[in-house]
């Protein structure tokens, strides 16, 4: 029987918001996907989302199935068509380059909305009135990293610590709070002026702590106590706390 728990979060927009993710991080031409190289990168996440233990969604699955059956379609030899038979025969890919491009679309209207939606919530009017002087400060800078990107760090997590094999021989009851793992790494990050890298933070090989502690990441970040920075693609994640940040 498998004892293992399953955690859900809501940081998951489906396959195809992941697929596009890969698209844009590989800088993948969406007209000619080489189905191959994605395959291996798309289920590469999903291993990472299962060491974690994290739920993966039914869709996630399906979609992991697709591509492996577009990959092994891909892999066949290209049969001659009969001369008396000139039948076009569509692309295996051309269903899923449709899919992602309606998708891109969406996503960029959403986009598009969000930011008029923030503009529209910066105006407002009021009666006069005198105000004192006072040093305005400078807005906090928020990190653009998406839960792709840190799924990538923890998978360079797992491989630096040579964390792949099973990390525990048996279920240990005395589970750590994600409340308490959150309080935790707060605290580690106000030690450090500068900053801490991802990994730095999972430093106990014990399943139970890496999840209480990537979960404890994605909820910290989410309440804005704390924010992400990616100097450059895949390099290194840096986690830092919020100046002006009220811990409750």
């Known amino acids: 029987m498998n004892n293992a728990y399953q955690v859900r979060i809501d940081a998951f927009e489906g396959p195809l918001d992941l697929l596009l993710h890969l698209i844009n991080q590989y800088e993948i031409d969406i007209y000619d996907i080489p189905v191959a190289e994605i395959t291996e990168q798309y289920m590469h996440y999903i291993h990472t989302m299962q060491q974690l233990e994290l739920n993966v969604a039914s869709e996630y699955l399906v979609m992991a199935a697709s591509l492996l059956a577009m990959k092994s379609q891909m892999l066949l030899p290209n049969q001659e068509l009969d001369s008396e038979d000139d039948t076009y025969e569509e692309d295996p890919r051309e269903e899923l380059m449709r899919r992602l491009i309606e998708y891109r679309k969406y996503k960029d209207a959403a986009h598009t909305l969000k930011e008029k939606e923030l503009e529209a919530n910066q105006i407002y009017t009021r009666p006069p009135q005198i105000f004192d002087y ?34 525990e021989t048996r279920i240990q009851r005395a589970e750590i709070p994600i409340k308490v793992r959150m309080e935790e790494v707060l605290h580690q990050l106000r030690q450090s002026k500068e900053g801490l890298a991802f990994h730095q933070l999972f430093e106990v090989p014990v399943r139970s702590h890496i999840v209480a502690t990537f979960i404890a990441i994605l909820e910290l970040i ?16 840096m986690l830092y706390h919020m100046e002006d940040e009220t811990w409750t």
């Not at 928020?142 to 964390?163: C, P, T």
């Not at 989410?222 to 390099?235: E, L, S």
């Open 222 to 237: 989410k309440a804005k106590h704390v924010y992400c920075m990616q100097n450059k693609p895949f390099g290194e994640l």
């Open 134 to 167: 006072f040093e305005e400060k400078q807005p906090v800078v928020q990190g653009d990293v998406s839960i792709y990107d840190m799924l990538h760090a923890m998978s360079k997590v797992f491989e630096r610590k040579k964390w792949n094999q099973p990390l």
